[in-house]
C-alpha cells in the first residue's frame, strides 16, 4: 500500500506509529480531519492479521469520526487508534500508561477513549500520564456510561423519523423490532415503551431477551423473535441495536418496515449500494452515525466541562438535524446516508472559511 496515496484519498492529514519493546505496544493513531477542532475518536485493539489491515482500519474509522463529529456539529475533528494486539492477553497497565505518554506527545491533536477491546477501565493507566483520555470511569472524571445518551439519541431518531413519516412524532401504539437488547438497545425498548409503543425483541443471549421482556407490559410486547426472523416482521420501524453491516443483499429485500432507526454502526453493509437499495424499496435510513451520535455528545462534552444537561439538549438536537438529513434527501433525490455526508462536508468548509479569522 502506498500511505500517502492512501491518505490523498480521503485527506488524511497525519499518521502516527507508536512502538514500544518492553511493553510490546504497537499503535497507530491516525487524524482525519482537524478544522472542526481537536481529533477525536476511540481506541480499538484487535490481533490485526497485518499491518495493513491494522493501517487500513485505522484510516477508515479516523474518516467515520470526522463525519460523526460533524454531523452533531461538536468542536472536533476525527480521529482513531488502534492497538495491535490480542485485548485478552497482550494488555499490561504499563502498555496503557506508555499509550498514554505517546498520546500526550501528540499536544492535544487527539482525544481518546474506549472503542472495541479497550475498557474505560484499561484508560484509568493511561490517564496517569495524559490528560487527553476520555470516558474514563465516573471516579476518575469520566461522564458515565455512554449508552445512556446514545439509547436517548435513538429514541429522538425515531421520532423524527415518525414525524418526516406520519405527521406526528407520538409513538403510541407504533410497532418496533429491536435487533440487540444489550446496553443501548434494553434502554431503548424502555423509552419506546414508555412511549405507548409496542416491540419485538431479538437478541442472541438469552438472558438478555428475558430481563428486557420482564419489564415491558404484556399489552405492549409483541414477542421474543429468533435471531434471523427479525428481518422480515411487519412493523412500523427496524431498530438495529447489535451488529454492523445487517442491511445488505440478503436482508433488505425482505424487510417490511417503513424506517430503520437503530444505534449499531456501520449498518450498511455498502454504504453507497444499500443506502441507494433502502431508497428504491422505500424504507427511510437514518444513518447510523446521527442516530447513535448521543455517546459521542457526551464524550466531546467533557472536553468542555461534562455538563449532563448540555449533554441533554444536544442529544434531543437529533430530532432536528435528521429531519434536515431527511429533508435535503428528497430535496436532491439522493439516499439519507449520501445526504448526511453532504451536510457534514457542507459545514466543514463553512467552518474552514471562519477559521481563517485571525484571534
Ligand atoms: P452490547 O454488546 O451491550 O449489546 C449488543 C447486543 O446485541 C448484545 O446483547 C448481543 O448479545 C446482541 N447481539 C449480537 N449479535 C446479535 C444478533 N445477530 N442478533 C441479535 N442480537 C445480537 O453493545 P451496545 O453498547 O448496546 O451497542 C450496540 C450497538 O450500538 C453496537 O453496534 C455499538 O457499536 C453501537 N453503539 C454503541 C454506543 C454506546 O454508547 N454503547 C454508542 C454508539 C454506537
Sequence with gaps: MSIFAEMAKHGHEQIHFFQHRSTGLKAIVALHDTTMGPALGGCRMRPYESEEEALFDVLRLSRGMTYKCGVVDVDNGGGKAVLIGDPDTAKSPELFRVFGRF?????????????????????????????????????????GNTAVPTALGVVEAIKATAKWLFGDADLGGKRFAVQGVGKVGALVVQHLVEEGAAVYVSDVHRPNVDRVAERVPAEQFLGAIAPEEIYDLEVDMFVPCALGAILNDRTIERLRCRAVVGSANNQLLDVQRHGAMLRE??????????????????????????????????TKGIYGMLLQVYALAAEQQIPTSIAADRLVEERIDRVKELKNVRV
Aim: no cysteine; hydrophobic share 30%.
Design 103 to 143: 498520546v500526550e506527545g501528540l499536544g492535544g491533536r487527539f482525544y481518546t477513549g474506549t472503542d472495541m477491546g479497550t475498557t474505560p477501565q484499561d484508560f484509568v493507566h493511561s490517564q496517569r500520564e495524559s490528560s487527553r483520555f476520555v470516558g474514563l470511569p465516573e471516579e476518575y472524571g469520566g461522564s
Design 281 to 314: 424499496r422505500d424504507i427511510l435510513y437514518a444513518p447510523d452515525y446521527l442516530a447513535n451520535a448521543g455517546g459521542l455528545i457526551q464524550v466531546a462534552d467533557e472536553l468542555k466541562g461534562a455538563v449532563p444537561e448540555r449533554v441533554y439538549a444536544k
